[in-house]
């Protein structure tokens, strides 16, 4: 069973905000809720992370709802460069992880 | 700073043929990954190294497959009598602590073979 579920795609407005949700109602206390981008024909780009309390940086805010059993990545002001697959990945902190991406959610930035 | 570095970055052989990949890490980052993401496809893991304990070689699809890191620098995969079936986007990712989920992509190398 996939840990996370997020929408296909969605299209977002040049300069708007931009909100991707994603949805981990199976989340153990122990586990870490990450965002990842892949933008077209490039690698795989960590955006954020967070445990339970609202996390922001120069990428995005992400917010986590009090039972954590959903997020939703904040992109403030996208930009045609945002275009991307995003990836929300629920993992525990250990050695080794691999990565696991699953869908993700298509984001077109349009003009 | 510089990112995660990997060479080449497009790589055509013929089958049969043996390729070696690089990868350059991020400086002072102890773990090192290398994925493999075929056309349209998610990540597939392949091979872990972190310091100077034995790799995590558990992704790694045959025994042609191969892959070595020098201490906390540099690293090499290696595919030996290659397929067409090896076709993809090999990636290699960084991460500068252990027990850490942010791992930092190379561009990948594209690796066809024909």
């Known amino acids: 069973d996939a840990k996370t579920t997020q929408p296909p795609s969605m299209d977002c407005a040049e300069g708007r905000a931009a909100n991707l949700p994603c949805n981990h109602s199976?989340?153990?206390?122990?586990?870490?809720v990450y965002w990842y981008r892949q933008i077209h024909s490039q690698g795989p780009q960590y955006i954020i992370h967070?445990?339970?309390n609202n996390e922001t940086n120069e990428m995005a805010s992400l917010i986590i709802t009090e039972d954590r059993k959903s997020s939703t990545l904040i992109l403030p002001h996208a930009t045609l460069r945002d275009t991307a697959v995003y990836y929300c990945?629920?993992?525990?902190?250990?050695?080794?992880?691999?990565?696991?991406f699953g869908g993700g959610t298509r984001v077109l930035v349009k003009p | 700073g510089a990112g995660v570095s990997q060479s080449p970055s497009n790589k055509v052989t013929e089958k049969g043929k043996d390729v070696e990949l690089r990868c350059d890490p991020i400086s002072g980052h102890t773990a090192l990954y290398w994925y493999r993401q075929r056309l349209g496809q998610g990540l597939e893991f392949l091979i872990y190294f972190q310091g100077n304990s034995a790799p995590d070689k558990s992704g790694l699809p045959s025994d042609r497959f191969s892959a070595e890191r020098t201490g906390e620098s540099v690293s090499t995969l290696t595919i030996q009598r290659t397929q067409q079936e090896d076709s993809a986007v090999y990636l290699c990712?960084?991460?500068?602590?252990?027990?850490?989920?942010?791992?930092?992509f190379g561009p990948g190398t594209r690796l066809t073979v024909l």
């Open positions: 199976t989340i153990s206390g122990n586990e870490y």
């Open positions: 990712a960084s991460s500068l602590e252990v027990y850490s989920n942010e791992q930092f």
């Open positions: 967070g445990l339970k």
């Open positions: 990945i629920v993992e525990i902190k250990a050695a080794g992880n691999k990565l696991t």
